[in-house]
């Protein structure tokens, strides 16, 4: 199926203009731009796509932080449609002490349009440690920092309209960003674009800022998204087709485009809804304390396993000298640090078979509205008893109920087989349909002729054996009745 190259090459020839519009695709394609490694060359004022792809087109596929991203440039410059675009303002401002991994490029798309695109998570551990800070907080050092460049851009050109977007944690940036904007300034806003990107804690998504902009946030999500499912999104979500595995379709790459747009699917899987449940769940019963303490642990006993690291590669390549250092420093933890990895963990499997548990108990009673519907098996005796679908809710909490109870959901089992954990009491309420009775199969004209043949042979058989009854009936003697004991009995 076609992706983002097959895009550039089919309509990458065409400069932007009245009859071949901007379009979301376009919009997809500078998302993905501010992940080029503007850092190792030096630009100009007036840098653009093409002049920049000339410093970088002997740069090795490993200078680049993504996968894809040399195509994509090469692609870029090749064509009108992004060849002959500025882009200004690049930034990059990485702090390990703050825990900050921040960059953003604004690209100049015609002298009235501007695109504001930050960059997401690159391979570095500082860049994830980022991110899993958004799970517990908001206003964290990247976010602020994109507020701060974009003030500054919309200062800057005082008078161009504005698209704000980013892939992945640069989405999120940019919706937070185009929220804290001043009321002004977001109505010079035209679309905000969000690909792939974690959502805000409840309280982030009820500000007026966000509310202002929620019909121009566009947050853009493959069939089995992980990351985007994250937090809470205030505007609808676009589901659209990848060809990736689970967790690879956040690759932008691996989504499906048709001619100017993606192609788009109705839902999320069944995987993605049940890892947004379950992180939902560890999110509701662990504090943002206790996520910040378990994070800062496990991030120092990597980091500290080798100093030098900056990538998760960097700790692949070192694992025999990494791994004893790491498992060193995992032992010197004090009693509070073990306790709260225990907790967590704990409370993540607990989440993650809870969910299961419910989802099981869902799939075990039947999805259609059907009444009667009969409940097998009942008890010993084979009664059998009928519900209505109103019933189903209460059948999920006896459900759980009974697992609970019976301790077969507590952390020491969660090795074990998770539907043998649960199906023992869901089954106690499987749910069938009662099988209607067959229709029977349309006779053939012998088969009739037979049937016909043999119900005549039946009638004379009966009408010969009742004339004979008759005969012997009138030939008998008559008796007479015997009398009753208690002569009140009856009447004469």
């Known amino acids: 199926m076609a992706n983002l190259f097959d895009y550039l090459e089919w309509r990458g020839d065409i400069p932007i203009c ?3 519009p901007f379009c979301e695709l376009d919009g997809m394609v500078l998302a993905r ?16 796509v093409g002049s920049f792809w000339t410093k970088i087109e002997d740069f090795a ?13 090469k692609w870029m410059a090749a064509g009108a449609r992004f060849r002959d675009m500025v882009f200004t303002d690049y930034v990059q401002d990485i702090s390990k002490n703050d825990e900050r991994q921040f960059s953003a490029v604004t690209i100049h798309i015609d002298a009235d349009h501007l695109y504001i695109s930050f960059c997401g998570t690159d391979s570095t ?39 704000i977007g980013g892939h992945s944690k640069g989405g999120n940036l940019a919706v937070y960003s185009a929220t804290l904007l001043p009321p002004e300034t977001q109505q010079r806003i035209e679309k905000v674009c969000n690909y792939d990107g974690p959502g805000f804690p409840e309280e982030f998504i009820q500000k007026p800022g966000y509310n202002a902009i929620i019909d121009k946030i566009h947050t853009y999500i493959p069939q089995d998204s992980v990351f985007g499912r994250l937090l809470e999104h205030g505007e609808s979500l676009e589901v659209v087709k990848s060809t990736g595995n689970t967790i690879y379709q956040h690759n ?3 989504w499906e485009v048709m001619a100017d747009h993606l192609i788009r699917l109705e839902a999320p899987t069944d995987a993605s809804n049940f890892n947004r449940q379950s992180l939902r769940r560890v999110l509701e019963i662990t504090t943002p304390e206790e996520r910040m303490l378990f994070l800062d642990t496990v991030y120092d006993a990597v980091t500290s396993s080798n100093e030098s690291a900056r990538t998760f590669s960097d700790i692949k390549n070192s ?16 009693e509070t640090q073990r306790k709260n990895i225990y907790t967590i963990l704990t409370d993540f499997a ?30 010993e005796s084979g009664t059998v008893e009928y519900m209505d679908r109103k019933d189903k809710d209460s059948i999920k909490e006896q459900i759980l109920k009974e697992a609970q109870e019976a301790d077969e959901l507590k952390a020491e089992t969660w090795t074990s087989n998770p539907i043998q954990m649960v199906a023992p009491y869901a089954k106690r309420y499987l749910v069938t349909k009662k099988d209607p009775e067959p229709a029977p199969e349309p006779e053939s004209k012998k088969q009739k002729k037979k049937a016909k043949k043999k119900a005549k042979k039946q009638a004379r058989k009966e009408t010969k054996k009742a004339k004979k009854q008759e005969k012997k009936s ?17 009447e004469i």
């Open 33 to 48: 731009f501010a992940y080029l490694p503007f850092d190792k060359v030096t630009l100009r004022d007036d840098e653009t």
């Open 474 to 490: 009138k030939n008998q003697a008559p008796t007479r009745p015997t009398p009753k004991s208690n002569e009140h009995d009856y």
């Open 61 to 73: 596929d490993s200078e680049y932080k993504l996968d894809g991203d040399r195509d994509l440039i």
């Open 125 to 163: 551990l500082l860049g994830w440690k980022e991110d899993f800070n958004m799970s517990f907080m908001y206003n964290v050092s990247g976010q602020v920092a994109a507020v701060d460049y974009a003030k500054m851009i919309t200062e800057k050109y005082p008078t161009q309209k504005l698209r």
């Open 319 to 334: 694992l025999l000298t990494s791994l004893p250092k790491f498992v060193y420093t995992m032992g010197t933890l004090t």
């Open 252 to 254: 932008t790459y691996t």
């Open 18 to 20: 009245k009859e071949v």
């Open 350 to 379: 607990k989440a993650y078979w809870e969910v299961f548990a419910e989802n099981t108990a869902s799939r075990l009673l039947p999805l259609g509205n059907v009444s009667p519907i009969q409940v097998n098996p009942v008890d």
